[in-house]
């Protein structure tokens, strides 16, 4: 059996620090023009890439759990799981573009700050709970759905995937007054 270097929980943690101080920041000092101003190279607008990078933390324990499930299954079953979400991809996209334009009108900024607060809380506690042995269970995923996701992922793997996600969001963002 390989050996597997044990996971870096506290680069994970600090990580998921900053983008919480980024995501205050941004929502604290965001005018109303600025959340409703267009992003870079996506459809939605500020307020709504900003849901959607809150949503990228939320989706981990959903994958949190699909991959204690899969991960304890024979890879092959994992594969034609990714295999039938590829197949997907077009209804996932849509459901994507449109999930930021709904939320944003049950979440304002002051809702996305306390949820973009309990959503981490929780992962870190999690991932301070998780076994090696754990982190080290993957399965395989659709890589059509998502840039970050890769063919075959650890749980190690998508405690970081929040955040990778967010950086790329982060640069999309016109608060900066759209230069």
């Known amino acids: 059996m390989a050996h597997i270097d044990p996971m870096d929980r506290q680069a994970v943690n600090e990580d998921y620090e900053r983008a919480r101080r980024t995501f205050h920041q941004l929502l604290d000092s965001a005018s109303k023009a600025d959340l409703a101003r267009p992003t870079r190279g996506t459809k939605w607008t500020n307020e709504q890439l900003l849901w959607h990078m809150l949503f990228g933390y ?104 929040p955040t990778r996600r967010f950086d790329f969001h982060l640069r999309q963002l016109t608060l900066d007054g759209g230069s």
Do not use: C
């Open 58 to 161: 939320m989706v981990v324990r959903a994958l949190l759990v699909l991959v204690r499930v899969f991960g304890r299954l024979p890879r092959s079953v994992g594969k034609v799981f990714a295999h039938l979400l590829n197949a997907g991809t077009v209804p996932f996209d849509w459901i994507n573009y449109v999930g930021p334009r709904g939320a944003v009108t049950v979440y304002g900024p002051r809702r996305m700050g306390a949820a973009f607060d309990h959503v981490l809380d929780a992962l870190q506690r999690r991932l301070a709970a998780e076994s090696e042995a754990d982190l080290a269970r993957g399965m395989h995923y659709p890589v059509r759905w998502d840039p970050f996701f890769r063919d075959y992922m650890t749980l190690a793997d998508i405690y970081r995937y």
